[in-house]
């Protein structure tokens, strides 16, 4: 018997910080640094995710890059079930160096959310989050198979899941479960 990938994944993320190629090229979001993807291929990604009947995430990094773009008429195409805004985060060690290239301002932020306010209204879960929301509030899993953290703004690395299992795994990172919650973290897919 043949598994089926919609036994397996419920929902589908995907990261649009812009449709413009020119944007993506210059925040980085380009194949191997040269190819971007702009409008066009981000809407056949999504016409694919929602003829096979996946719910669709999309996360937006707001930054110097994108903080003037006007993506309203683009989500409202989209439809995605849950679109997250996030205000670009230093993480100290990650992005130390580049920094002055793509951290906005508060106000830029704010500015942001309102060119947007209207869209927010329309789709089911519109959450914005600013680096205060964020910090503390994920456990995420990088390649090498390790849980990671942000608490300090700089990420902690728990020892590998698969060598220690989770749990222990667990207990190397921090995490505020009430934040997480007041954050809208736990939340029904679909």
Not at 29 to 39: M, N
Not at 60 to 71: G, P
Not at 97 to 115: L, N, P, Y
Request: aromatic share 10%; hydrophobic share 40%.
């Amino acid at each position: 018997m043949l598994l089926s990938w919609k036994n397996v994944f419920e929902l589908i993320g995907i990261s649009i910080d812009s449709v413009c190629p020119a944007t993506n090229l210059a925040m980085g979001r380009a194949v191997h640094g040269k190819k971007p993807i702009g409008e066009m291929q981000y809407r056949e990604i999504i016409e694919n995710v929602h003829a096979n009947g996946f719910a669709l995430k999309i996360n937006t990094v707001v930054n110097a890059h994108n903080a003037d773009e006007d993506l309203n008429s683009f989500i409202e195409w989209a439809q995605p079930g849950r679109w997250k805004i996030f205000k670009a985060l230093p993480i100290d060690g990650q992005n130390d160096r580049s920094r002055s290239d793509w951290m906005i301002t508060d106000e830029q932020f704010e500015a942001f959310i309102q060119r947007h306010a209207h869209t927010q209204a329309r789709l089911k879960y519109a959450i914005v989050e600013d680096n205060e929301a964020m910090t503390g509030t994920y456990m995420m899993v990088d390649p090498a198979g390790r849980f990671y953290d942000n608490v300090e703004h700089a990420y902690t690395y728990s020892r590998p899941i698969l060598e220690v299992g989770v749990e222990a795994a667990l207990c190397d990172i921090r995490i505020d479960p009430a934040r997480y919650q007041e954050r809208g973290g736990d939340y029904a897919w679909s």
